[in-house]
């Protein structure tokens, strides 16, 4: 019923930047908590950043003041902006929304620091 598709992923050199981007459609009934998530290989999947209804973003120690999540409710859409990108921001990142006691999740999108 709600579908993700997360974009912005690439390969970059440390210390460069990436906007990742998240557009939700389909049965979208309100104004969602949306998150971003990371998985490294051999790793558990971590929250990155979150943000809630109102708009008020959390963040994980390891990326705060460098990345920054946003929405535009208008769109339907997250974003994560991410500075001074470090090789361990390597990961796959996944794009989260929270509606009706379920989870929905997005196929995905590659993120690669080189050193």
């Known amino acids: 019923q709600v579908q993700l598709v997360e974009s912005g992923g690439g390969l970059v050199q440390a210390g460069g930047t990436l906007r990742l981007s998240c557009a939700a459609s389909g049965s979208i009934f309100s104004i969602n908590a949306m998150g971003w998530y990371r998985q490294a290989p051999g790793k558990q999947r971590e929250l990155v950043a979150r943000?809630?209804?109102?708009?008020?973003?959390n963040y994980a120690d390891s990326v705060k003041g460098r990345f920054t999540i946003s929405r535009d409710n208008a769109k339907n859409t997250v974003y994560l902006q991410m500075n001074s990108l470090k090789p361990e921001d390597t990961a796959v990142y996944y794009c989260n929304l929270y509606q009706r006691r379920h989870d929905y999740w997005g196929q995905g999108t590659q993120v690669t620091v080189s050193s």
């Open positions: 943000i809630t209804s109102l708009g008020s973003p």
